[in-house]
């Protein structure tokens, strides 16, 4: 199970950060990742964290704004996110998996199978 928190309405330029406690459900997935979704359009990756060796991925979109990580003691992943912009307001979901190894796999949500219930995040 993933529970997700930390979001709310804030005005451009603007930081949030997004926090993901998970179950030990949970253990066996070697990926955790943040996904998006606005309305109207499909779901995308965000960032991915390697749960291991805490390699990270990000989507090019937030490349410099976002930082993906990982407190194992408290099996929580954050997502904090600064200078966001109005294209970042979406429903803002965790999820665990092991995706397969082609390029970007991370990125594609059916190689994830477990889903928090998101968290909206609002930038105006």
């Known amino acids: 199970q993933l529970v997700e928190s930390g979001g709310g309405s804030v005005q451009a330029g603007e930081s949030l950060r997004l926090s993901c406690a998970a179950s030990?459900?949970?253990?066996?997935?070697?990926?955790m990742a943040w996904f998006r979704q606005a309305p109207g359009k499909e779901r995308e990756g965000v960032a991915r964290?390697?749960?291991?060796?805490?390699?990270?991925y990000y989507a090019d979109s937030v490349k410099g704004r976002f930082t993906i990580s990982q407190d194992n003691a408290k099996n929580t992943v954050y997502l904090q996110m600064n200078s966001l912009k109005p294209e970042g307001t979406a429903m803002y979901y965790c999820?665990?998996?092991?995706?397969?190894?082609?390029?970007?796999?991370?990125?594609?949500?059916?190689?994830?199978?477990?889903w928090g219930q998101g968290t909206q995040v609002t930038v105006s």
């Open positions: 999820a665990a998996g092991n995706p397969s190894l082609y390029p970007d796999s991370w990125k594609v949500p059916r190689e994830y199978d477990v």
């Open positions: 964290i390697a749960t291991g060796s805490g390699n990270t």
């Open positions: 030990g459900y949970t253990y066996n997935r070697n990926c």
